[in-house]
């Protein structure tokens, strides 16, 4: 048989340089020892379609392993394709091997609550840090501030104006931000109606003036009942982090450019309104949904749907997941509390380092500002 498949695929070129390029695949070829065909997982590169990479490899199965789809098998002869099939009917995409990798377990990082503090050293191997994020801070600039750690990381961005439960993960604990990151939301905010944004935010140009004062709360929330709760399309903002053919959306935006955004799902199990009693033109709400939503989105098609329009003002994150911002470290009780962590290899505390973004260093200020003039956005694309 290993004559035979040899024979098959001699000189045989793989026609996949391009669509191929970093793709996840399976490198097929006969083992000897086992005396059967194996696949064996691999990242390809473009520069490997050139010339086989081993004596035995006679072929190459591409697939997504992003799904549980079958495997497309290729060759530059329709002949060869024809005998490789009748050798092997289907080949799914996750082989043990990846669904192995995929499955292993990750650390459970040491929540770091307030009032949970622990004086062990190596807490910061793997530690979760609930901090509640100041006004006009980006989330960099609180990450930022724990320079003591090694390697840190948070779950979900809050924009500056935005405030409420940052989770940061630090050490090995950095493996489960995605975890954290899949956990649903929960926010309060306000939104102001009869005045619509370029950004949806208060922090963009007002684009549109509508009357506003003829809408009754009643109306409002029979309005968010009955469009803006469970499983919805959702168009994202052009003011946001998201690439569109490689560029951001952010950068399009303050070209003038609007470009054409794929609606993803998004899923809203809350949606509470009450109306300020000072000022009737402001709205606040209370909204539970899940990762991805942009809560600047619903604000703006909320004012859309009841025939006016509307923009976010004030937002705050008050939970992730079971964690409640109330449990949440602010940036003065850091301060007070403790020195955090100190490098492995140094004598630098971050107590310190827990000040203003003002106070920053000359990099921290030139990559405050990058952050700053991305905008990203991402009220809830925890991503």
Known sequence: MQTAIRQTWTGCILGLRQQARNTRASVLHYSSSRRQLCFQPRLLHHMEFARPAKRHCIGLVVADTRADSTATLSTESPKQQQQLQQTIVTVKSTTPELQARKSKVLPVPQLVARGLWSHKPDIWDCAALLVDKPQTWTSFDVCGKLKGVLKIGHAGTLDPMATGLLIICTGRGTKSIDSFQAMHKEYSG????????????????????????????????????????????????????????????????????????????????????????????????????????????????????????????????EAIGKYNVKDAWTVDQLQATFGAPKRATGTESTASAFASPGNATKSDEVQQTTVALARSKEDTSNT
């Open 190 to 317: 306000t939104m102001k109606l009869g005045e619509a944004t370029n950004s949806y935010d208060a922090d963009g140009d007002i684009t549109e003036t509508l009357p506003w004062d003829h809408l009754t709360l009643e109306q409002l929330q029979q309005e968010a009942q009955t469009k803006f709760l469970g499983d919805l399309q959702q168009i994202p903002p052009m003011f946001s982090a998201l690439r569109v053919k490689g560029k951001r959306l952010y950068e399009s935006a303050r070209e003038g450019i609007i470009v054409e955004r794929a609606a993803r799902p998004v899923q809203v199990s809350q949606f509470d309104l009450t109306r300020d009693a000072e000022d009737p033109q402001k709205i606040h709400f209370y909204i539970a949904c899940s990762k991805g939503t942009y809560i600047r989105s619903l604000a703006h098609d909320l004012g859309q749907t009841v025939g006016s329009a509307a923009h976010l003002v004030a937002l705050r994150r």
